[in-house]
């Protein structure tokens, strides 16, 4: 064998040439050309069959296919003429594609190599082992069959199908050289028609595969698509066929075209292996779209190319940037809480301090006769301790702790009145505009608080103007169900008035937005504003279950949303308020306070309006004096938070003792929670710290019991 032979198996018959005549080798070079000539959708096991018949003279001609060595299958069957269909009718079926099981049949033995081989049986080894014992008798009288002679088709050692020849009785082979010449040729083109087969099922395949991809695929060569799959036309807005031949360029965002060519460069010249980016791609009506691209190489007609798997990445970006957004949410959400929780306790302690000065200045001043230093010097210390007491009064409103009635409100009026308000104080340069289109403008709260949210807004917003601009004042009512896009993070689904307050101020940049509702925070000059204002609206806003959002950027104003839920039905407004002021009274009072100054404070006062007082500094030890001397006791005034029993078990304990035990309940905290479920459990009267003498006066009055 020579070197260039090396590792290319001879064909069977390939030796034989020599020995043909001339005649013959024009047969076998016509075969040849038929073989490279045969269409791909021409049955070439009939051709081998046909072909056999023809150069042997035999009666029958039965080519097969080998699967391994278990299954031999018929694919040709050549030369039965007019006995075509009694063959038919004893073997039940067309014998085409009948498969038969030949493991363990020593017989085929002789038969897997490139020769001819004369079967010593008449019968092949697969029929008598295969079908019915009627078929012999048949196959011997019927078919007059004689000779039986077989070669396989083998390359590199692996059979994968025969040819068998059956003749007449009485008939000789005829040119079997030439018939093995023909074999082995039919053997080259069988192997050469499986490697095609098999190039084209894997094509397929690879088509199949390339098309139906979830993920868009295109080939790039030379900086041109020279295959695009469907998903990715579909994923760009392109008809079928439209990107092909086209640059790459053409597809790919401005500001990432220049990072995508030297990544193509580098990565098309061999300085780095496969790539996986981020980056963004053009739809064809110009959109962006942010895209993953996994890059690998790959030939195209003999050349190198670019394989290129996109995958659109819009809704995984949109979940990522929702996932921060609800963290960023929750982050803000627990910040404010627990400057809550801090501002709260803070105005609840300054409460408590400011009773004794409030109370004391008070009464001070009432010593004296206006104009007197004495008396200047007491309503100086009052008016101080009214503004810290306003402080207190905003901290509480942040920390949601400052409701004090919860009755129907109308927000429209509530909308009006603070404008005609605003509207006299701010420059006429200003214009506002009311919008009102809500259907049903009532809730249920506080009408004072809600007061103060229209005028903080109205204040923010005229802040942000400057000297010239419009304020817009608009109202709606939706019902936003659980999902919907325009219900705010926290809120539940349900029925909500919105109030929106539009301002074509100089906006707010990104790190503002995020810290406005932060008590003291202003981005005011020193001195001029507290930065309570939107933290107070932040603080009443929640503590009504809404919520507030912000839209705005710099240059182009700001619009703040606030969410109250709708009333489901409008409800008077309990007045506990009492008609007229009174001087002073009689009666014995127990009151019941930890803080040493609000009690002192509180008998001072009581004792001014002539009322007898009785002290105690807890809640244990009130229910105790009250125990005692119930029948001399006409009212109790009650802390709510105190040490050892706090003022919701002590009011219970009291009614235990009487159950018609009056109360007044005195807090630094608000009308809220415990508080409000005191007074619904019968307490008659809630007063806030710090109080002067005269709110004081009001609620003992009004909650002791008649004289007549």
Request: net charge negative; aromatic share 6%; glycine share 10%.
């Given at each position: 064998?020579?070197?260039?032979?090396?590792?290319?198996?001879?064909?069977?018959?390939?030796?034989?040439?020599?020995?043909?005549?001339?005649?013959?080798?024009?047969?076998?070079?016509?075969?040849?050309?038929?073989?490279?000539?045969?269409?791909?959708?021409?049955?070439?096991?009939?051709?081998?069959?046909?072909?056999?018949?023809?150069?042997?003279?035999?009666?029958?001609?039965?080519?097969?296919?080998?699967?391994?060595?278990?299954?031999?299958?018929?694919?040709?069957?050549?030369?039965?003429?007019?006995?075509?269909?009694?063959?038919?009718?004893?073997?039940?079926?067309?014998?085409?594609?009948?498969?038969?099981?030949?493991?363990?049949?020593?017989?085929?033995?002789?038969?897997?190599?490139?020769?001819?081989?004369?079967?010593?049986?008449?019968?092949?080894?697969?029929?008598?082992?295969?079908?019915?014992?009627?078929?012999?008798?048949?196959?011997?009288?019927?078919?007059?069959?004689?000779?039986?002679?077989?070669?396989?088709?083998?390359?590199?050692?692996?059979?994968?199908?025969?040819?068998?020849?059956?003749?007449?009785?009485?008939?000789?082979?005829?040119?079997?050289?030439?018939?093995?010449?023909?074999?082995?040729?039919?053997?080259?083109?069988?192997?050469?028609?499986?490697?095609?087969?098999?190039?084209?099922?894997?094509?397929?395949?690879?088509?199949?595969?390339?098309?139906?991809?979830?993920?868009?695929?295109?080939?790039?060569?030379?900086?041109?698509?020279?295959?695009?799959?469907?998903?990715?036309?579909?994923?760009?807005?392109?008809?079928?066929?439209?990107?092909?031949?086209?640059?790459?360029?053409?597809?790919?965002?401005?500001?990432?075209?220049?990072?995508?060519?030297?990544?193509?460069?580098?990565?098309?010249?061999?300085?780095?292996?496969?790539?996986?980016?981020?980056?963004?791609?053009?739809?064809?009506?110009?959109?962006?779209?942010?895209?993953?691209?996994?890059?690998?190489?790959?030939?195209?007609?003999?050349?190198?190319?670019?394989?290129?798997?996109?995958?659109?990445?819009?809704?995984?970006?949109?979940?990522?940037?929702?996932?921060?957004?609800?963290?960023?949410?929750?982050?803000?959400?627990?910040?404010?809480?627990?400057?809550?929780?801090?501002?709260?306790?803070?105005?609840?302690?300054?409460?408590?301090?400011?009773?004794?000065?409030?109370?004391?200045?008070?009464?001070?001043?009432?010593?004296?006769?206006?104009?007197?230093?004495?008396?200047?010097?007491?309503?100086?210390?009052?008016?101080?301790?009214?503004?810290?007491?306003?402080?207190?009064?905003?901290?509480?409103?942040?920390?949601?702790?400052?409701?004090?009635?919860?009755?129907?409100?109308?927000?429209?009026?509530?909308?009006?009145?603070?404008?005609?308000?605003?509207?006299?104080?701010?420059?006429?340069?200003?214009?506002?505009?009311?919008?009102?289109?809500?259907?049903?403008?009532?809730?249920?709260?506080?009408?004072?608080?809600?007061?103060?949210?229209?005028?903080?807004?109205?204040?923010?917003?005229?802040?942000?103007?400057?000297?010239?601009?419009?304020?817009?004042?608009?109202?709606?009512?939706?019902?936003?169900?659980?999902?919907?896009?325009?219900?705010?993070?926290?809120?539940?689904?349900g029925r909500y008035f919105l109030m929106t307050v539009a301002d074509d101020g100089k906006g707010m940049s990104p790190e503002v937005r995020e810290r406005i509702f932060e008590p003291f925070y202003t981005t005011h000059p020193h001195g001029q504003g507290s930065g309570m204002g939107l933290a107070m609206v932040y603080g009443i806003v929640?503590?009504?279950?809404?919520?507030?959002?912000?839209?705005?950027?710099?240059?182009?104003?700001?619009?703040?949303?606030?969410?109250?839920?709708?009333?489901?039905?409008?409800?008077?407004?309990?007045?506990?308020?009492?008609?007229?002021?009174?001087?002073?009274?009689?009666?014995?009072?127990?009151?019941?306070?930890?803080?040493?100054?609000?009690?002192?404070?509180?008998?001072?006062?009581?004792?001014?309006?002539?009322?007898?007082?009785?002290?105690?500094?807890?809640?244990?030890?009130?229910?105790?004096?009250?125990?005692?001397?119930?029948?001399?006791?006409?009212?109790?005034?009650?802390?709510?938070?105190?040490?050892?029993?706090?003022?919701?078990?002590?009011?219970?304990?009291?009614?235990?003792v009487d159950p018609e035990v009056r109360v007044v309940l005195a807090s630094g905290h608000s009308l809220e929670g415990a508080a409000q479920e005191l007074l619904d459990a019968g307490v008659l009267r809630f007063v806030q710290k710090p109080f002067d003498i005269d709110e004081l006066s009001k609620s003992i009055a009004a909650a002791m019991p008649s004289r007549e």
């Amino acid at each position: 064998m020579s070197a260039s032979d090396a590792g290319h198996p001879r064909p069977p018959g390939a030796s034989v040439g020599a020995e043909l005549g001339a005649e013959r080798l024009s047969f076998l070079a016509d075969s040849a050309i038929e073989f490279v000539t045969l269409p791909a959708e021409k049955d070439i096991y009939q051709h081998i069959a046909d072909r056999v018949c023809a150069i042997t003279g035999g009666a029958l001609a039965v080519v097969t296919s080998a699967e391994g060595d278990q299954n031999v299958t018929v694919r040709g069957v050549a030369g039965l003429g007019t006995l075509t269909k009694a063959v038919l009718k004893v073997l039940g079926r067309d014998p085409i594609g009948m498969t038969f099981d030949v493991s363990g049949i020593s017989q085929l033995d002789p038969v897997q190599g490139h020769e001819l081989v004369k079967l010593a049986d008449a019968l092949h080894p697969v029929a008598r082992a295969q079908l019915p014992s009627a078929v012999e008798g048949f196959y011997r009288r019927v078919l007059n069959i004689g000779d039986c002679f077989t070669m396989g088709f083998s390359w590199n050692g692996e059979r994968f199908g025969g040819v068998t020849i059956l003749l007449r009785r009485n008939d000789s082979l005829k040119n079997a050289d030439l018939l093995k010449a023909f074999i082995g040729q039919a053997t080259v083109a069988l192997q050469a028609r499986r490697g095609l087969d098999a190039l084209r099922e894997s094509e397929q395949k690879y088509r199949t595969l390339f098309e139906q991809a979830g993920a868009g695929i295109c080939v790039v060569q030379d900086e041109t698509l020279v295959l695009v799959n469907a998903t990715l036309e579909d994923m760009l807005g392109y008809e079928p066929g439209e990107m092909t031949g086209r640059p790459f360029s053409e597809f790919i965002a401005p500001a990432s075209l220049e990072d995508v060519r030297q990544r193509y460069g580098r990565f098309m010249s061999g300085t780095n292996d496969a790539q996986h980016f981020r980056t963004g791609v053009l739809r064809r009506d110009g959109t962006a779209v942010p895209v993953e691209l996994r890059v690998g190489r790959t030939s195209h007609e003999g050349g190198l190319a670019a394989h290129v798997i996109v995958t659109d990445v819009s809704e995984r970006l949109r979940a990522e940037e929702e996932r921060q957004a609800l963290e960023e949410r929750a982050r803000t959400s627990q910040k404010m809480e627990a400057i809550g929780t801090l501002a709260g306790g803070i105005a609840h302690d300054y409460n408590n301090l400011l009773t004794g000065i409030l109370g004391y200045s008070n009464m001070l001043a009432r010593q004296f006769e206006e104009g007197t230093p004495q008396h200047k010097s007491a309503a100086l210390i009052e008016r101080s301790a009214r503004r810290a007491a306003d402080l207190t009064k905003k901290l509480l409103g942040f920390a949601r702790r400052g409701k004090l009635q919860d009755t129907a409100v109308d927000m429209h009026r509530v909308i009006r009145d603070t404008v005609a308000i605003v509207g006299r104080a701010i420059d006429k340069r200003i214009a506002i505009a009311l919008d009102l289109g809500a259907s049903d403008s009532v809730v249920t709260g506080d009408p004072s608080q809600l007061e103060q949210v229209v005028m903080n807004l109205a204040v923010n917003a005229k802040e942000a103007i400057g000297e010239a601009g419009e304020i817009t004042f608009r109202s709606d009512v939706r019902s936003l169900g659980d999902g919907s896009s325009d219900l705010p993070p926290g809120l539940a689904p349900g029925r909500y008035f919105l109030m929106t307050v539009a301002d074509d101020g100089k906006g707010m940049s990104p790190e503002v937005r995020e810290r406005i509702f932060e008590p003291f925070y202003t981005t005011h000059p020193h001195g001029q504003g507290s930065g309570m204002g939107l933290a107070m609206v932040y603080g009443i806003v929640e503590n009504h279950r809404g919520a507030i959002v912000v839209d705005s950027a710099p240059g182009e104003g700001a619009c703040l949303t606030v969410y109250l839920p709708a009333a489901r039905r409008a409800t008077s407004v309990i007045e506990r308020e009492a008609t007229g002021e009174l001087a002073g009274g009689s009666g014995t009072i127990l009151v019941i306070d930890d803080e040493e100054t609000v009690r002192e404070t509180i008998k001072c006062m009581l004792d001014m309006l002539g009322y007898e007082v009785v002290l105690a500094e807890d809640g244990a030890r009130g229910v105790e004096t009250y125990r005692r001397r119930r029948n001399d006791i006409d009212l109790v005034v009650l802390d709510m938070t105190m040490p050892v029993m706090g003022g919701a078990e002590c009011f219970e304990r009291l009614k235990e003792v009487d159950p018609e035990v009056r109360v007044v309940l005195a807090s630094g905290h608000s009308l809220e929670g415990a508080a409000q479920e005191l007074l619904d459990a019968g307490v008659l009267r809630f007063v806030q710290k710090p109080f002067d003498i005269d709110e004081l006066s009001k609620s003992i009055a009004a909650a002791m019991p008649s004289r007549e």
